[in-house]
């Protein structure tokens, strides 16, 4: 077996970015994602260490996980190997390059499109996505309502509301208070945004907070911004 190092720049150049996609932002069934966790495997292209043969040797792993796995891989345009003779290894700064084209606060996917566009997402050059950013405590009579449930849950920012895992919180909260999951509903989408836009650890990005600061160090800058994107 030959260890060779996958550069961010070999990986630009032979179409393998994928390997730098998390497992942890992937739309994954529980029991698939706990068999990555178990092998340690944060990353997609670490995956590719294992064989199909290897998969399926794995107690509680079928056809139906392999299955998964085959379609998530194909999607980021990799696929299993039935040669080891030559394997990738990620680099030190696999993290550093995995933020660059996997950022937390959009879906892999739309990461993915983006990147065979030629393009690398940056929420500081995103307006629309600057949205993520704005502390609920600046929002007007939203912010008075249910600020206090929110900070038990951990909600700072419209980015919180937006993330996947924590649409799901909501759905179960509904049946008990309505009136709040309309309110989170009705700002997402007087914001322009869909769940979707953000995907489940967004929040990892190490200056979201900074960002946040600097975009919106006031309640009259989001009062703004809220104003203008209700006008579009």
Not at 52 to 65: A, P, Q, T, W, Y
Not at 123 to 145: M, Q, V, Y
Not at 152 to 169: I, K, P, R, W
Request: glycine letters at 4%; aromatic letters at 14%.
């Amino acid at each position: 077996m030959k260890k060779e190092i996958l550069s961010e720049e070999k990986a630009l150049l032979e179409g393998k970015i994928g390997y730098f996609v998390p497992i942890e932002q992937l739309k994954l069934s529980q029991r698939t994602l706990n068999f990555l966790r178990y092998l340690n495997c944060p990353y997609l292209g670490e995956v590719l260490m294992y064989s199909e043969e290897d998969v399926l040797k794995f107690r509680n792993i079928g056809e139906k996980s392999l299955k998964e796995l085959k379609e998530i891989l194909k999607k980021f345009e990799l696929t299993f190997s039935h040669s080891f003779e030559h394997v990738d290894w990620l680099p030190d700064n696999h993290m550093e390059i995995s933020q660059k084209y996997f950022p937390p606060f959009i879906s892999v996917e739309k990461a993915f499109e983006l990147f065979w566009q030629g393009k690398v997402f940056d929420i500081r050059k995103s307006e629309i996505n600057e949205g993520l950013l704005i502390p609920l405590t600046f929002i007007p009579t939203f912010a008075s309502r249910h600020f206090n449930w929110l900070s038990e849950m951990g909600y700072t920012l419209v980015g919180d509301l937006v993330s996947s895992l924590q649409l799901q919180a909501r759905k179960q909260y509904k049946a008990n208070r309505p009136n709040y999951f309309n309110a989170f509903y009705d700002l997402i989408e007087k914001l322009g945004f869909e769940y979707k836009d953000c995907s489940v650890n967004w929040k990892s990005a190490g200056d979201i907070y900074s960002l946040s600061a600097k975009k919106f160090p006031n309640q009259e800058l989001v009062i703004a911004f809220i104003e203008k994107h209700n006008k579009a």
